[in-house]
Nanobody, 121 residues
């Protein structure tokens, strides 16, 4: 089995920073793309940022210049550095990863349980 566990969420004032982490564990052969999503109350889940195994990145327009996705392949961990936070960034943040488990050929998509980020204005 493969598990993703997020950490680093919390309450922060507008203009502040947080760093989210998401660690993958279990019977992992390879991790391809990793990503962060978020879901605000009453809204659909939206893509925040993605990163390939080669560390190519993309960020949603709403977070460009403020958020940075990165990863440590040796630790099977993806990060989201969030700076200049705004009240509209308040949401539950989820990570996902495309993982090839040991003993399999095809990848599967796994999700973390989510971590709450609340930005007070």
């Amino acid at each position: 089995q493969v598990q993703l566990v997020e950490s680093g969420g919390g309450l922060v004032q507008a203009g502040g920073s947080l760093r989210l982490s998401c660690a993958a564990s279990g019977r992992i052969s390879t991790i391809n793309d990793m990503a962060w999503y978020r879901q605000a109350p009453g809204k659909q889940r939206e893509l925040v940022a993605t990163i390939t195994s080669g560390r190519s990145t993309s960020h949603a327009d709403s977070v460009k210049g403020r958020f940075t996705i990165s990863r440590d392949n040796a630790k099977n961990t993806v990060y989201l550095q969030m700076n200049s936070l705004k009240s509209e960034d308040t949401a539950i943040y989820y990570c996902n990863a495309e993982v090839v488990p040991i003993g399999r050929m095809a990848p599967s998509l796994y999700w973390g349980q989510g971590t709450q980020v609340t930005v007070s204005s």
